[in-house]
């Protein structure tokens, strides 16, 4: 192996594996791309149903926790992060979502203008090979190859029609003109196939000679020099050694470990540095600040057994679902089984969704310690655009201790508000005709919980996460933005971030694809190539 490079990238998740693999399109760059997982091996990472098995995984997991929440009782909750080739996006659950583009016209307002949707939208298209076919908003020839769910389930139907009767219109393409309303879902899905970044782009990436990855090295920091990067230290099962590169370190390890190993490089809050007895290399207070996610609870009801998918994925259902994905790809196997959702906006005055829902014909309930499906219907409804942020710190100067990560969920009463009238919403929905062949009890926050305080209480004790981190190395013009519009680290030269960590606010969806997107910006500039035409295509305003 080479033992100087062009480039050394930090992670192959769906940030990483994108740079990675443009990059390496330049066969006169020397591309080094370090992670700390091993290769994403075995079923319950490759068939779609069985992502509960591939959450369930510690093997390919970093392990860690946010919390304690200060606003959630105290609460500590399981923050599940890819520790493996293809990194978040190999243990995800598939789902495919662009965000709004008022998201990003929103980012363009914060002193970003080549963020605007019309300047995303070709990196969007660039990005996907979108089963229904290429036009204006969606592409036909990109690595990430995306379907659109089956949704055979009866109660997929139900959810649909109980929303139309509650005056919702249903999306034809959430991804393309407009997002607002129900959808059937798009999925990083084909051939029956989990399509994460690893199989998308580095699988073909890696034929390049000028392309190398190191899996299963843990990278410790980045090394710098007369306030330039010219390096990283790492280590493995044979000990610790140092990679050297002549251009630049671009960080892609997510959004707590950047700014993780920011910090253990000596480039952080100075004062918290120095606490830690790591030596200051340049005080830069906004590293792990400003970290936004998802938050998000249940609103379940019960069903008969027989009208919920529970009926099907018993222990004969499950042998059977594997056995038919095993020969053909296709059945139940090959679903995510998050088939159906909406973006819905809970209130009038806001401009464009403010509420995802994520609907599933069972309901999970915890027994026993374990998350166990349980016959019923659900709504996972998380809040798309938060206003409390959270911080990600050192805990030591230990490069193997996890990360303090505190998101403040609920911090701010407006998000209590939001959350609060979409569980109300959600229960719109259920009340509908539709649903009383099959509506139950409501398991969720169940029917005692009426008033603002009581929805209040279970909010606290039941919000979760989306698994979304962003922001904790956001991109902008100020001293409180880390990264410039380039993802590049505006105190070191030779230095950048180009993952979730960077996004300057949250957008209105999951963020896989939003992800591989800025990867391909960013990316495409890193290789020297002019910015693609913005798009001139439309967008579906609430006004219209
Ligand atoms: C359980 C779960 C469900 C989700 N569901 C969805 C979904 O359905 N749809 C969707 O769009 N999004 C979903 N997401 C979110 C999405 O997968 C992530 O936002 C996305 O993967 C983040 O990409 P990233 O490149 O920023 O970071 P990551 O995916 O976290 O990748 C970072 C990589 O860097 C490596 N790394 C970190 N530190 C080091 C180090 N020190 N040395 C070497 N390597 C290192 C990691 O091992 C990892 O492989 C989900 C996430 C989770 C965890």
Redesign the pocket.
Known sequence: MDSTFDYII???????SVVASRLAEDPTSRVLL????KPARGLSVTMPAALSLA?QRRDIQ?GYESGPEPHLDGRTIDE??????????A???????RGNPMDYDGWAALGLPGWSYAHCLPYFKQMETFEEGADDWRGGEGPMLIGRCRAEHKLFDVFLRSGEQAGIEVAADHNGYRQEGLHIAQAFIHNGLRWNAARGYLRPALERPNLQLLAS????KVLVEDGRAVGVAVRDRTGRRVLRCEREVIL????F?SPK?LMLSGIGDADQLRGHGIDVVAHVPAIGRNLENHPGVDVQFATRHEDSLTSQIGLVGRGLLGARWLLTRKGLGAS?L?EAGAFLRTRDDVAFPNMQYEFLPLTRQLRGGKLVPVPGFQFWMDLSRPESRGTVTLRSAD?AQAPAIVFNHLADPRDIRDLIAGVRLAREIARQAPWNPYRGEEISPGKDAVTDADLTEYLKRRTGT???PLGTCRMGPGDDAVTDDQGRVKAIAGLRVV???IMPKNVTG????P?LML?EKVGDRIRGRQPLTPSKADYYRATD
């Open positions: 930090v992670g192959a998740g769906p940030a990483g370090v992670e700390a997982g959450y970093w599940k992060t890819g520790k493996v080739v293809g990194g978040s996006s243990i995800n659950a598939m789902i495919f979502n090295v843990f990278v410790e892609c390890a997510g959004a470990n190993l995510n998050f490069p989306s698994y979304h993952d979730a960590s999951n963020l896989n694809g992800i990867a």
